[in-house]
């Protein structure tokens, strides 16, 4: 008993320092055990990635590119990123004493990439999650999709792709649980502690503000969407929960604009908008100019001058014709095509991406209404309802995502701005090549190539100054010439009705029916086209002006004034008209002097010229007004009746076949026609 009791105040002694000893060590035990699980959990996770980048999504052939974008997300970012983490993870085996701090500062200096490249991959998990159900709802595929992951991870079980996409999820917000577990295993006197717990409560951190990131987008993703309704569906959509809104958010408006209460100021969200609307003014004024250029582009590619039928001799001009034509047919139909393509076609689309934000914009001054009008409602009572404190949310996510990422949208698209405008620029340079290119070989056989610079430029303002005088004088010749009237057909055997009604009222009070009548009154009357009729009173009975009382030579009676013209009687005709006008008093047909003989033409041919005509090309012979003219073909080769072949003088040509008028048949030789 003595000895025991001697030696039990030496066992007794010893005992805390044992004790400790043992305690420091399963501390350090399970801190390693916790380690190795970070580290081992970490490169099964990186390798299951790397099989769903390569293998599993290269074997998804039969899916579209778009839902492949959609599921796999930016997995690649995330295993540029975790690929690195998990290197300088490793190689911190090397260090064991201080391996625990070693990693609490890994997560610091990662913590930004890793928020980074996770919040988008859990933003669009979502949809993600929609393609994976519209899958199963058809079995065929969604077979083909199980094998193909089954054979790849087998681990993943029925739940197939679902599984791997979940993946991420789990490991972001894993993280704070590991650090944790090490942060446990750690004596709170070491110096690796502090540091575990700044990175457990910065990977705390993380997770909160992707939840917060997938929030703010699930609230955009509402307010982007540009629907297409009609008035109709607009209406319907109005209930009495919209006009109290509405009604709401107007007073709110007129409150603050009649100063009864204040405006809430943000200068950084003010410059940001400011900003986005001169980049949307650049990108929709630009896109109006773009669409005017193509719009005369297509108008220059219609106009070929130079496949017309010119009476000019070759040389010069014929290498120009080539030049133009090749151009016409290659050149300027390439560069159209580069600019739809390069130019017209990414401006349309930086148009569209600017829809999104300008809804938000719009979205996020209707809920800063309800923003304030609820902080007014928080004072006043001090409370706000379930509803009201999820609108004050939904405005502070709005806020927050326009804030954080409308500067990197507004470079984003001054980045495409001037892109688009440097892609123009450059195209209209390789055009200017093309054009110098394919026009050395013409240009070479000029008669001035070999002219210096000074020289040509002389000549060629002197070429202009000649041709401008030139057509300077032409248009005031041109001006002074009035356009010949259209001269209508008489009807058949009319001849004569003209010869009394011109004997009987003169030139002037002739006038001609341009398009059929119908009579609709009793006085009025029914006259086909190219009747002539004597003006007798230019009103009716009623004083209206509309209708003229006229005489065909036979009945007498109102016509409207619209669809008479005046004709221009021929020389011939007026000559018999006065030879057929009575003479003094007398009231008996006088016998006249039969004329000398003359040629006999054939009626069906023979024209008189109305007007004057000068040919301007060996292939038009010229005429004189009243000159009698054969016609040889009523059109001209390619059929068109606005010329014909005709022969006068000896001489055949075209002429203006409205410059003709039907000759009219000779009056009964040696009387004149009583009035």
Not at 109 to 136: I, P, W
């Amino acid at each position: 008993m003595a000895d025991w009791g001697a030696d039990e105040p030496s066992s007794r002694t010893g005992s805390p320092d044992g004790e400790g000893q043992v305690s420091e060590d399963r501390w350090s035990l399970h801190q390693r055990l916790a380690i190795r699980e970070l580290v081992d959990t970490e490169a099964s996770y990186l390798q299951m990635l790397q099989l769903c980048a390569s293998d599993i999504r290269s074997r998804l052939q039969q899916l579209p590119q778009g839902d492949l974008d959609v599921l796999f997300s930016n997995i690649d970012d995330i295993i540029k990123v975790n690929s690195r983490f998990l290197r300088d993870l490793q190689e911190t085996d090397s260090r064991e004493e201080e391996q625990a701090q070693l990693i609490g500062n890994l997560f610091l200096e990662f913590q930004e990439e890793l928020e980074r490249v996770y919040k988008v991959y859990c933003a669009n998990y979502d949809q993600a999650l929609l393609l994976v159900d519209s899958y199963r709802r058809e079995p065929e595929l969604q077979r083909e999709i199980q094998d193909i992951i089954e054979a790849v991870v087998p681990q993943a079980g029925p739940s197939g792709l679902s599984f791997l996409l979940v993946s991420p999820l789990q490991r972001i917000t894993k993280y704070p649980l590991l650090l944790q577990k090490i942060l446990e295993n750690t004596l709170p006197d070491a110096s690796a502690y502090p540091v575990l717990q700044r990175a457990t409560s910065a990977l705390q951190d993380v997770n909160t503000n992707i939840n917060e990131y997938k929030m703010r987008k699930e609230v955009a993703s509402k307010y982007t969407k540009v629907e297409q309704l009609t008035l109709r569906e607009r209406l319907a959509r109005i209930n009495t929960h919209t006009l109290s809104k509405k009604t709401t958010r107007l007073s709110q408006l007129l409150k603050q604009e009649a100063g009864l209460v204040p405006r809430t100021e943000d200068k950084e969200f003010d410059d940001l908008e400011e900003r986005f609307h001169w980049v949307s003014l650049c990108v929709t004024e630009l896109k109006n100019n773009v669409a005017t250029y193509l719009d005369n582009l297509e108008a220059f590619l219609r106009f070929r001058p130079q496949e017309c039928d010119l009476d000019v001799p070759e040389g010069p001009v014929g290498q120009y014709r080539n030049l133009a034509g090749d151009l016409q047919l290659q050149a300027f139909p390439e560069f159209k095509q580069r600019l739809e393509g390069l130019v017209w076609r990414p401006l349309c689309n930086l148009a569209k991406a600017l829809a999104g934000p300008r809804n938000l914009i719009k979205k996020r001054l209707d809920k800063l209404l309800d923003f304030e009008r609820l902080e007014e409602k928080l004072l006043e009572v001090g409370s706000v309802t379930y509803e009201e404190e999820a609108a004050r949310h939904t405005y502070q996510a709005l806020n927050s995502l326009l804030v954080a990422e409308l500067p990197q949208f507004n470079q984003l698209a001054v980045q495409w701005l001037g892109q688009i405008l440097r892609t123009f620029v450059a195209l209209q340079r390789d055009l200017a090549k093309q054009v110098l290119l394919r026009a050395e070989g013409s240009m070479a056989q000029l008669p001035h190539r070999q002219l210096p610079e000074p020289a040509f430029r002389k000549l060629v303002e002197d070429a202009l100054s000649q041709t401008t005088h030139q057509l300077r004088s032409f248009q005031e010749n041109f001006e002074k010439v009035l356009p010949p009237p259209t001269v209508h057909p008489l009807l058949p055997g009319a001849e004569r009705q003209v010869q009394a009604l011109l004997s009987k009222y003169g030139p002037g009070k002739l006038y001609q029916v341009t398009s059929n009548i119908s009579g609709a009154g009793t006085l009025d009357l029914t006259l086909p086209r190219g009747q002539i009729v004597a003006l007798l009173q230019n009103k009716d009975t009623k004083g209206n002006s509309s209708r003229w009382l006229v005489d065909t030579g036979g009945h007498r009676g109102y016509v409207p004034a619209g669809k008479l013209e005046l004709y221009h009687v021929v020389p011939s005709e007026e000559k018999l008209g006065e030879q057929a006008r009575p003479h003094g008093d007398s009231r008996h047909l006088t016998p006249e002097p039969a004329p000398a003989p003359g040629p006999s033409v054939p009626t069906r041919t023979q024209v008189v010229a109305v007007y004057p005509f000068v040919a301007r090309s060996s292939h038009e012979v010229s005429l004189q007004a009243g000159q009698p003219v054969t016609v040889l073909e009523a059109q001209d080769k390619k059929g068109n009746p606005e010329w014909s072949f005709v022969e006068a003088n000896g001489l055949q040509g075209y002429v203006p076949s409205s410059f003709l008028a039907r000759a009219p048949s000779p009056a009964p030789w040696g009387w004149s026609l009583p009035p």
